[in-house]
């Protein structure tokens, strides 16, 4: 497959900046300071990795205001490299034109409407009802529901499953093994046993919105699970029934969201991270890796706890006082008195 | 779609309730407070909500006795409002009743039994010598093994996968994506390479079990792996070989559970948690969200291991000293002794 | 099926180890001490298991030379019974032989080369200019996408999904629900919104890797993701884009991985661990279950970093003075500064 070439210049026409050195230069894809070959356009977005400005064959570069006279290099000068990096980035890799149509070995139930630019893969199966905006593409092996409704330009990767009634908006990416609308764990509790809630809320999901590999959305219970646009979802994340997430919030793997958490807009919360049902988080709130999220966060700002790791002899002399914490902080209460009575006495 | 209506009398004849107001409104599907409109029954089910009893527009309400005054709509008296609103609404939302048969993209060995009245959906996988009982439905695109047992009236929804040999009771609900029966993680090490240890064990599941979304359950080494009756899984579960969870134990979201771990009867699990391998949880048990379960827990109860969050910087200045905390103890110890002697001298 | 019987003898001459009692008994299946049948071989590797041997209805037994006279069963002796036992185990259990040719219902793509000795299963997916070699199996359901490489005695469950251009070594087993090559969580923040950073790596998988059940390992977002040879990965993982995994390595289920972690040879990472980006890990270094590595480490041992369990009263206590613990150490040197100052006044 030949990648078309560009001068620095006409990247430059697309993205601005400011150009240094020879500018008929052309590149055709990007790549690190490390792996770059000619025909190839770098970015230096952090000063840790100057040391590799030396010897790096990429052909042109991107560097900061600060870094502009660092190398000699073809340069395009941005006051933000790393977001330059990516426009350029996601100009030369533009998504895989998809080929509309139907494939033969589809099961489409009946009433279902897709629109003639869209693609539906091998192995598909879509319930009656649903409907597939334009420029959508449903990849091999995916199971769509009944009266689901599909945006414009959304792709699912091969094996999403969407259940009855979700509502996905406009260019959306969902990877692979993602499950929207599943049942969320809704139980009662009726002499020793466990009755189960129907979950009858749907999912629905805004514009722009992009799901990591296997990640799950149940639907909700009542009301609807809600998914706001821009908001970005890695892998293996449980977002549970009627859970919000507010417009342009990102969230790393392995993150697990309990019912009826409302979070905020624009906010980041890192890997691993819990939060515990019926918790509100306000906009602007960043969370740490790994954090357990146990009651509402009201003020935007950086919140985290983690234990901290050590090696495990270390750990286990201070975890066996962490068990006697309170107990520790009754006897310095202990001391202080003890002092404060010997002090008097001394006057 | 027309929904059936129900007036509360009709309600109360099946699920009992003392009846205040228009007893013969009727209602065709349950809705929270704030969502309501006409023709459906809500509830109060906590005191939190009472302020959303003003502006409802439900038909009617299930209410507590103790809040039988506090509306004036047409009313189910209950001792538990929530318990109650479960069965109305599983009596309103009864599961989508299934058309026998076998699709015919579905690809079904040979000596496969499946009851007549059992639905196989398109792109369905079915191994040698598999059963399916009666009133049970396989969804589009699942993967059943080989000599798999499946009961009655059991669900899998979309893209589940079974491994040979696994055997599924009756009344099950499992999700998409979930995996039974993949190969439990056993090693040996032998000279620097891992040797993998055959997996020849099963996953034995009982009756009215329900598995969330993404969840997998790996087989026994050599004995089996077990989920008793009435079991409840959530979504993105990880259930380790040789695992046996006892009857009516419920299991929120993203929890590990390692090798040979045996948890008991009707415990509760928060989500996020961590089960070390052969440890051993007795019946009755409850363990907060996000934690680790490093050895046996012998008496019921609640148990909780969470570091507490805070904003980032009175975590750093906190954390600091944890990996000190063992010194502190010593300090106080030293503190101690010498007030002692202070003391001593003293008098 | 009938299984095949091998005396003792037979056993020994492939993997040594003396004999002691009648070695012209048959075994033909590996078993636990405690459920073992009439013709099956069992072992005994832990002193804790010693007290089941009275009971066992083994045919023979393997253990160590302190062991060699517990029990009087026809037994073999060997320095290391749970390596004896799982190299007996994978020789009476070998993989299921697969079947070569492609099924009918698989949808592959031109330009594909598939070695005469592979197996497609039903309705797998295979891209254009994929190979997939020797003895490998791609079962039911799965998708591979377009110039993916697949070595030879490679073993794909149901329904993997495989992305673009990644390479897959030989003797890999990957479980059911894995997907492969997903993208990477890039993005760039760019006034408000994100910008998705295109995922334009690649998954080099080595020879011998294990990867279990719905784990996810995404595609470089320049540079590779690279899994070494014989690294064993348990279900539900997350590796992110650019993680570089040692040879040998092993991690068990839930581990989140997060970009560009650097994960040395022969390491052993417990269940629920959290590795945070750009870290490296040295080789031979074992991390304790849900332990949050934060920073790079440089020296082999092991390490740990998790918060101790109690009943919930307890934890309470002394979690709400680790909230406090910076002021508790504040006291402290307030307390030995004031003691100090008694002490001097006393002499």
Known sequence: MKRKDYNLKE?????????????????NQVATLEKAKAGQLTFLASEKYRP???NTRASAIIVSTAD???????????????????????????????VPGVHPSAVVEEGVQIDPSAYI??????????????GSAIMAGCSIGARVSIGTNTRLHPRVVVYNNCVLGSRLIVHSGVVIGADGFGLAMDEGRWLKIPQIGRVVIGDDVEIGANTTIDCGALDDTVIEEGVKLDNLIQIAHNVRIGAHTAIAGC????????????????????ILGHTQISDHVEISSYTMIGKSIREPGTY???FPFSSHKVWQKNAAQLRHLDEL???????????????????
Request: charged share 15%; with cysteine.
């Open 11 to 27: 990247i430059a026409a697309h993205f601005g900046g400011q150009l240094l050195g020879n500018t008929e230069i052309t590149v």
């Open 304 to 306: 985290t706890g983690i």
């Open 329 to 347: 902080a009754s006897k310095i209460k202990m001391l202080q008195q003890e002092i404060e009575t010997l002090r008097k006495e001394r006057s």
């Open 121 to 134: 893969g091998p192995n598909v199966v879509i319930g009656a009802g649903t409907k597939v905006g334009a």
């Open 68 to 98: 502009s006279e660092a190398t000699s290099l073809p340069r395009i000068v941005s006051d933000n490299p790393y977001l330059y990096f990516a426009k350029v980035s996601a100009f030369l890799n533009p998504l895989d034109s998809i």
């Open 52 to 54: 590799l400005l030396a």
């Open 255 to 274: 993150v697990g969201i309990a019912g009826s958490a409302v979070i905020g807009r624009h906010c980041r919360i890192g890997g691993g991270t819990g």
